[in-house]
Every structure is written in C-alpha cells, then in structure tokens.
C-alpha cells in the first residue's frame, strides 16, 4: 500500500470516527439532582396552574419525571391529574381527549403496578375484564389517588362520546367510584359523588334524581369548591330544564370568594369564569 493509499484510509476512517460521534449520543444518566429539578420545576408550575403557560411547563416537567421514573406511584398521579386539568381548562376538544386518555391510562397504570394492588389483582379469577373488576372491588386505601384519576378522566373522555360507548363503560366507572365512596368518600372534595352526578345524566334509563342525589351528597360536604355547583347547574339543572335554579346556583358562584378554598384557588377560578359563561349563554341553553 503507497502513501497516498494510506492518506485516503485514513481519513476515510477518521471520517467514519466522526459521523459515529456525531449520531451517538447516549442517554444522559438519570441522577437524583436532575430527577428532583424536574419535580421541582413541576411542582413550582402546577402551583400557578390558572396561568396556561404555567400548565404546560408543569405537564412538561411532570411528564418528564413519570417517564423517567414511570413505577413512581406519586408522580403517576399527579401526572394524571395535571392532564386532568390541562384537558378541562382547554377549549379544544380534539386535544382533550389526547389529554384525558393518557391521564386515565397513566392512572390506571399505576393501580396496577401498585405493590399493594397487584398481589390482589394477580389472585383474581375469570377472564381479563371480570379479573380486573374483581380485584378493584377490594382496591386498598393506599390507590384511591390512582383510582380516583382513573375514573375522572375516564369520565370526562367518554361523556361526548356515542351513547352505546358511554354504556359500555358505565360498570367499570361505577366500581371505580364505588370504591373509592367505600374506603375515602371525601377524596378530592367528594369527587367521586360529583362525578356520579355528571355521568347519570348521560347515561339513558337512569333517573334524574339519582345525579341529584349525588350532585346534593358532594355540595353538603364541599360547597366551597365551587365545581361542584357549577357542574351541579350544568349537568343536572340544564338536563331537568330548572332554569330558575340553574341561574340561582351559578350565581352564588359568581358571588363566591375563591380564597375560601386555598388549595383549590386554580379550579374556582376556573369555575367562576365557566359560571359566567353559562349565565351568558342562558337563553341558548333552554331554548
């Protein structure tokens, strides 16, 4: 071989070098600092979350965290409930429904990785849909955040959906809220007698008074989340043609003092302007 033979070969090689250089790049190493600035930058978000920039970043950061660490039952809930809120708080249904399903997914996921659920969901007999409602009746305490997410997203996913899908999907909601009445009935302002609420009056063959029941269940327990009568007005009020009452109730919201709840001042905001909204639009929705 001359020396020009040897030239080409070595910077073919050298080339070769280069481009490897160039297109590996590894993984960064996750570490505990990096981890933590991610929760931190989340967690610092999602205290803002009525500003919409703000419920980005805190998905971005969250998002980041779960799929680093995607057993992180914690993570997994709050990333689920961050969906949750960046699905209601939006106006575009198409992307809503991206949002509710990944949450109600990232929930359900973490029920069933959860050490204390999936001993019981592995001794639970019968095909794989029956397994899973089997063992979700004897859900332990410690996933009723998952269990909780699970359903409100669920809920919210399959409320505009075709009828024969929302009765198709109406056991396994019931025995996820049912649970979670059994073992924490107040979890996150009675939710899961608001949600009960919502969805009876979707659902055809089921009594009116049965999402008033409900719906009158979570505003004793909790009138100062101020979702619950605004859903109570929108759902229950505009389905039974109560417009006295459904005006009546949104009113009390507008009136409400959202600094009586601090720690769900994000959501009564949000409340307070869908109240507004529906007062205005009065006339259109009982016509």
Known sequence: MNQKQISILTFITWCLVQMNCAIYKPEPKITTENFDFLIKQGNKNWANRNDSTALVFANHFIGLAHKKRPDNFSIAVLYSQILFTQGLFSSNSESNDSLFLIGLNTAKNAVLNHPDFNPIYKEASGDSSFKLMSALTLAPNSVVPALYWWA????????????????????????????????????????????????????????????????????????????????????????????????????????????????????????????????????????
């Open 152 to 287: 409100a997203n669920k809920a919210q996913y399959i409320f505009n959906k075709p009828v024969i899908e929302r009765i198709n999907n109406r056991e396994i909601l019931e025995v996820l809220l049912h649970r979670i009445i059994t073992i924490d009935p107040d979890y996150y302002f009675s939710g899961a007698y608001r949600i009960f609420g919502m969805f009876y009056t979707r659902i055809p063959g089921v009594e009116l008074e049965q999402s008033s029941k409900y719906f009158s269940q979570t505003l004793s327990q909790h009138p100062m989340f101020l979702g619950n009568k605004v859903l109570m007005a929108e759902y229950y009020h505009q389905k039974k043609g109560n417009k006295e009452q459904f005006h009546d109730l949104l009113g009390q919201v507008i009136e409400s003092d959202i600094n009586l709840l601090p720690e769900a001042i994000p959501e009564n905001i949000y409340y307070k302007e869908r109240a507004k909204y529906l007062i205005d639009n009065i006339s259109t929705l009982f016509e």
